[in-house]
């Protein structure tokens, strides 16, 4: 793990943290979580497993200070965590597979869903919830999930152009993407 991995990522948390603090809340006074988007945007850039463990308690700190929710400061925590490790594994798992835009949005998708039941479903244990879980995941985690299927690729799209001509991040990450896409295109 570089020095230039942690900055970057820190970077984006930032960005994710002052997304989150200009949006209005939901129902219960709930928000959705760009902190997690722009952690997603930072395993897709990088894809380094090291990084699970710092960026998903740092964005758990980050969203812990930040909660509007009574109590939600260990969920948070919980949920970053939780959060971090299933959606570096997927990316793991479908990097080389399917393209970057495909692997982005699935990524979006998936991780934005695992957090918002991961955060409803340990602060329902822990503290309660203002609203019934049905509710706050109809409300809030699968509209956040919609969103983030598509601020995800975009996201991660615009940040590589820069990232890799500083430097940041390998080629390999643009061509596991290419290579997935070629190999499909070939197929049909």
């Known amino acids: 793990m570089k020095t230039k991995e942690l900055a970057l990522t820190a970077l984006f948390l930032a960005i994710g943290l002052v997304l989150h603090q ?26 380094n497993k090291r990084l699970v463990i ?18 939600g400061q260990l969920p948070n925590i919980i949920d970053k965590l939780i959060t971090a490790f299933v959606s570096m594994g997927l990316i793991l798992l479908l990097q080389g597979h ?21 955060f409803l479903g ?29 601020l995800t690729p975009t996201i991660y799209g615009i940040a590589m152009g820069p990232a890799r001509s500083a430097g940041l991040v390998s080629k390999s990450q643009s061509a596991a993407g290419a290579k997935a896409t070629a190999g499909k295109l070939s197929d049909s």
């Open 22 to 47: 200009i949006t209005i809340g939901l129902l219960g006074g709930m928000k959705p979580d760009f902190v997690v988007t722009m952690l997603l945007v930072s395993f897709l850039m990088l894809r």
């Open 54 to 71: 710092p960026a998903g308690l740092a964005a758990g700190v980050i969203a812990a200070l930040t909660t509007t929710m009574p109590g």
């Open 98 to 118: 399917v393209s970057n835009n495909v692997l982005a949005a699935t990524v979006g998708f998936i991780g934005t869903l695992v957090s918002g039941t991961a």
């Open 122 to 150: 340990s602060a329902q244990l822990i503290i309660g919830l203002p609203v019934s879980f049905k509710a706050l995941f109809i409300t809030v985690v699968l509209p956040t999930a919609a969103i983030n299927t598509l």
